[in-house]
């Protein structure tokens, strides 16, 4: 397959996740918010600054609004057109790297991203608040399954479908690990009392569809190192990092199965068994999470200039 | 000459005619709402299906729906066997013509056409002289434009050689008209054009460079922001090659490559969709960055095919034009089966001063415009357009000609509240390869605007599905309700 088109291929898979993703950040973050305040705060970001900072536009952000409000951050990482990690930013970026490789798509799943794109194009705010900020969330949540589905359901196992696939699982490897490294100060709870704050990790466990799998997997109530070894160590569920790792290893030995990526897969995937959760929990899990994070970074670097950009 | 009714290609004559009276009676028997439906049924299709082109210069490129009228033009396969005829005809002179001037030049040394106006012309390239291509094959793909006034008598307006573009309209026009209209296509016996893909990859094989048995074929598009994107993805997935860009291309030791995920593979074939001037910034226009440096020298030491040749562009110059019929006669030793519109070069002192006392008649074009940019449709302009006009003219002469304003044939149209009869032009597209060949149809092109002459996409222009009837019992009906 032609270099280039494959790295199109690759991140119009990688956008529709993050899509996907930055829509599940907006729900936790809604509903945190309606959570009662935490002790103290102790410092901590608030609900609606933390989807700046993870997102990386916290400058951009105050360069143009003065104060943090729930408002403000909802349609700026909804719909600004100047916000590159908005959801209409990223369906705006799937969209045109779809279309770069119509060609190489079924119809089924051009027609899914184009359309998703017409109906987000020209949405006001107005448009958004009318429809149901929640409502609107979801839609672009089960957009995001549509693709997959038809990703899934209708594309040839072939290159192309493999690179979408290691994609969608680079993506979704940080995602999670963005994710549970913002919140994870907020599960401890309130600091003086030393009781995990159940709530938050409800709603987080919710938002990344694995409410049930903890319930399932632990039968017990929500602690925080459980949850930990839920999104870290679980193959089994789908946006554990775990099965990310897993997923990219499965796309890229069926697309080369003499890649030279497989020893770093193989490495990496060791070490989120290999690590202790009583460890990690006690030594505190951001730097764990930010070393996952880079190197999740640098195996995206190497597919891409192994494989897709030749120049 | 403008004046005269236009011929309408069902009504002409009064009686519905022959191709449209099936259609005419189903027309009739359907209200206006359900044209309605239907017409905003094929809008939403074409958005759906992303089947847009980009607009230059507004906004710096906006994506835009082409007009679908839900109406076919229906040929019958009378029509349609003068129209083809005449095309393959035509095709086949200009194929010969660009393998005599880019070799032997017999039909210069002959006095039939100037040399200085081939020699000197922008379009002709040097480079290719003494450059034998497979099978003397330059205009793999010509969209000849055709234009009906009577019954029997169809004008060729151009002959587009370089990169013509449209196809993929008439081959989606048909999908979204069989989604649309099942049961008319079950009374009509239409002659199918959806092999066109396949006859162009046919054609594309063919010419590839000798002792290569099993060619790579590709499609090389200027990217995604040039007006014909879609079309360009649209053919590369229909053939099933590769959609490459330049920057995709490289040429080593005179092959070229393309770049791909395992490294680098050869290409015999390029169905190009870049102008000349863009191919090769080693060749021609070094500030290129759509093209491929060294394509050109690996192109004449017949290592890669370029399809449609380099330098074809001499062949469908306007100047040019006004020579086919015995450009035709050269080569062919037949008489042309489509007539050449009257053409006056404004270069002949005599033809300009003509031209100056007639402009509010005329059509003045271009020599090299394309696309309806930069005409003047005299009897639909204002008295301060032309003026302005005569003064680019004045200012230099030799970039135009002009041509008296046919009454182009109108065929039935959907527009807001009914039907009503626009002006048509029709497309076909001409393949030349081992073979010269053409499916049975074409791009029909409307001038949605009452009255208005100017068909081209550019300028506000819609399409239709262009209906070729098989002969055969279905077309004429049963004998004994023939009318």
Redesign the interface.
Known sequence: MLARAADNIFWMARTVERAEHIARLMEVSMRSAMLPAQGGNGGRLSDWETPLYMTGQVDDFFSRYEKVTEGRVLSYMILDKHNPSSIRSALGAARENARAVRHLLTSELWEILNRTWLDTADMTWNDVTRIGVPQHLEWVRFRSHLFRGALFGSQRRAEGFHIAGFGMAVERADNTARLLRAKWDSLQGDATVRAPDFYRAGVLLETLSAYKAYRETFSAQLEPRRIAELLIQRPDVPRSLAFCVREMDVMLRAMDPDSPLLGDLGALSRRLEGVQMVDLVRVGLHRFLDEIIAEVGRLSDRMRAHYLMVV | MAKAKPFDEMHGGGDIRHPYRRYGAWLHSIDVEELERRHKAADLLF????ITFNVYGSDGGVERLIPFDIVPRILSSDEWSIVSRGVIQRVTALNAFLDDVYNDQDILRAGIVPASLILTNAAFRPEMLGMRVPEGAYAHVAGVDVVRVDPETFYVLEDNARTPSGVSYMLENRQIMMRLFPDLFAQHCVAPVDHYPELLLDTLRSVAPRGVDDPCVVLLTPG?FNSA?FEH??L??QMGI????G??LFVDDATVF????R?PKRVDVIYRRIDDDFIDPLAFNPTSMLGVPGLLAAYRLGRVSVCNAIGGGVADDKAVYTYMPDIIRFYTGQEPILKNVPTWCLSKPDDLAYVLEHLHELVVKEVHGSGGYGMLVGPAATKAEIEDFRLKIKANPALFIAQPTLALSTCPTYVEGGIAPRHVDLRPFVLSGRKTVVVPGGLTRVAMRKGSLVVNSSQGGGTKDTWVLESGILEGGHAGTRG
């Open positions: 958005r759906r299906l992303g995604q994107y993805a649209f590369a997935e590769d959609l490459v860009e920057q995709d393309m770049r791909t995920t490294g």
